[in-house]
């Protein structure tokens, strides 16, 4: 692959990580923006302390929340093109669209659905402030073992391929990835800080939004970037219309 070929497919997934974040900011702020604000208004019921709004929560849930997302598409809509130039041709015989949405569904099992289950996100009021710094390693060694992890089970399939067939590789290879991530369960500390008075629903809620968020995120962009890196590398012939036919529409 090119350098010009790298270029153009950096630049469509970069605006496909933008129309994703498009997608994911109407997600969250559908149904992200309701727990949220539910989280706060039970932290402010069961708070003494009265804090000084730095800035509005109006703005935090429009502006802020718009310029996040959509800032985070493009960023990770540029990284994800980088991988998928690696990738195309490397992980079977996918097409550009299948590759595109191979990639997305893998990275959105490794980089946030792995590291959730054992670290899940949390609403405002949830966790301790003195923990924050201690949580946020744990949850980002998480995902770099998980990436990691993943990796490591598509090389062992590939290896493992040319000798076993696809089908029994992709078992092992699987299998190998779900125990490892199994003992980095076990290994690394429980984070249980969740205050014994706060609704379970309203977590449950909160969780699964943002669960639905990234999906839809990673989804998104899987099928956008796929369909244009498959205009970019399998372009359509142009339909040539009879020489008759021409001829008779100049006239």
């Not at 703005?59 to 598409?73: E, I, N």
């Not at 990691?148 to 078992?171: D, E």
Request: hydrophobic share 50%.
């Amino acid at each position: 692959m090119n350098s010009a070929t790298v270029r153009n497919l950096l630049v469509r997934g970069m605006l496909a990580g933008l129309g994703a974040g498009v997608l994911a900011l109407i997600a969250a702020y559908f149904l992200g923006e309701p727990s949220v604000d539910s989280a706060i208004s039970f932290e402010g019921h069961h708070s003494h302390e009265h804090e000084v709004e730095v800035v509005s929560r109006s703005l935090q849930s429009t502006a802020g929340l718009a310029t996040g997302v959509l800032v985070y598409g493009v960023a990770f809509g540029g990284i994800a093109a980088l991988a998928y130039c690696f990738a195309l041709g490397r992980v079977g015989r996918f097409g550009p669209r299948g590759t595109a949405l191979l990639l997305s569904g893998t990275a959105l099992l490794a980089v946030y659905v792995v590291p959730f289950l054992k670290y899940p996100a949390n609403p405002p009021s949830v966790g301790d402030p003195d923990t924050i710094g201690k949580r946020t390693t744990l949850y980002f060694l998480m995902m770099v073992l998980s990436v990691l992890l993943a990796v490591g089970a598509t090389l062992l399939g590939k290896r493992l391929a040319s000798r076993l067939g696809n089908w029994y590789a992709t078992f092992i290879a699987v299998a190998a990835f779900a125990v490892a991530i199994g003992l980095a369960y076990a290994f690394l500390p429980v984070i249980n800080e969740v205050p014994h008075d706060f609704p379970a629903t309203l977590l449950w809620r909160f969780r699964l939004s943002a669960l639905a968020i990234q999906t839809v995120l990673w989804a998104g962009f899987g099928l956008l970037f796929g369909e244009l890196a498959e205009r970019l590398l399998n372009p359509r012939p142009a339909v040539q219309r009879p020489r008759g036919q021409a001829v008779a529409a100049s006239h």
